[in-house]
């Protein structure tokens, strides 16, 4: 059987959700792994400017900011792992098993962070532009369009309920769909329609993003590339910032059905961050499809972090000895 670890907490995500968990499941003095994913800090740490989290009146770089929340739950003990979940086990009761790429670990409790992810357009320059006039987050990022041109992408109720906060600071709005119609509510159209800085481009997707790279290294969105799906018609169009609302993806296929989701596969939860099985938790945008904002993740984190806290002191044994665990997990082809 491979090594495994003993730990009283695993957090699974590392985006403010997780890491305040950790900070406090660490600080109550219970031994916390944090498995990080493919990067620390989740959607937060693309963000290059970081103007609405409390405590940072100049602002903070979305990087610097996820740091600093690392190094604080590390200052309490809590251990951060570079790897990804390939495989849980929730359906033997607690210890529960967790298993990622390089180890498996052995855990009382379980706090689930592991978020939700913007769905792509998948084109030229949407990668490389990310964080330099690409935005997935207009309350994130709206305040730094002041007096610029943005294109909205999507025809839903969030593609219009961002384009018209962004109409708070933008010099105007275009909303580009790939369909004749709009799919959001009435009532957003008709504020949207009613709004004199938002325009409406139908029929047309964008196939690139175009920009450039000013002294120092620093990269700019200056345009993006359109087609019109019906006539197949190419135009170049010049525009500041680029904002992407096409649906999110919750990041939960890993857990099958070993934990109760909606119909779109959010974690469901009650008023205490319990999850569908016990001793297992969850906080952030694995359950959170309504605000996704950084502050009120790392609330429903700590919210998370406390109620396991709480479970684990209501049980008050340690690990079982690990013969008497759950079964060991199999070991993924090529792990």
Known sequence: MADVKKVRVVVIGSGPAGLTAALYTARALYSTVVIT?????????????VDNFPGFPEGIQGPELTERMR??????????????????????????????YGAEYLADSVVVTIGASPRHLNIPGEVEYTGYGVSY????????????????????????????FLTKF????????????????????KRAFANP???????????????????????????VTLRNVKTDAVTDQPIDGVFIFIGYDPN???FGDQLATNDDGYMLVDEKMRTS??????????????????????????????????????RGDELQPLEDAAPALETAPGA
């Open 197 to 223: 800085k938002i325009k409406f481009i139908y029929d047309t997707v964008v196939d690139e993003v175009k920009g450039e790279t000013l002294e120092g290294g620093i990269r700019k969105t200056t345009g």
């Open 37 to 49: 994913g493919n990067h620390l800090g989740g959607q937060i740490a693309t963000t290059s400017d």
């Open 137 to 164: 987050c207009a309350t994130c990022d709206g305040f730094f369009f002041r007096e610029k041109d943005v294109i909205v992408v999507g025809g839903g109720d969030s593609a219009l309920q961002e384009g018209l």
């Open 277 to 314: 099985a016990e001793g297992v938790f969850a906080g952030g945008e694995i359950h959170d499809f309504v605000f996704r904002q950084a502050i009120t993740a790392a609330g429903q984190g700590c919210a998370a972090a406390l109620s396991a806290i709480h479970w684990l002191e209501e």
């Open 252 to 254: 939960s296929r890993v």
């Open 71 to 100: 190094a604080q739950a590390e200052r309490f003990g809590a251990e951060f792992v570079f790897d990804e979940v390939t495989e849980v086990d929730f359906e033997h009761g607690s210890p529960y098993r967790v298993k990622t």
């Open 170 to 189: 933008a010099k105007s709005v275009t909303i580009v769909h790939r369909r004749d119609e709009l799919r959001a509510s009435t009532a957003l159209k």
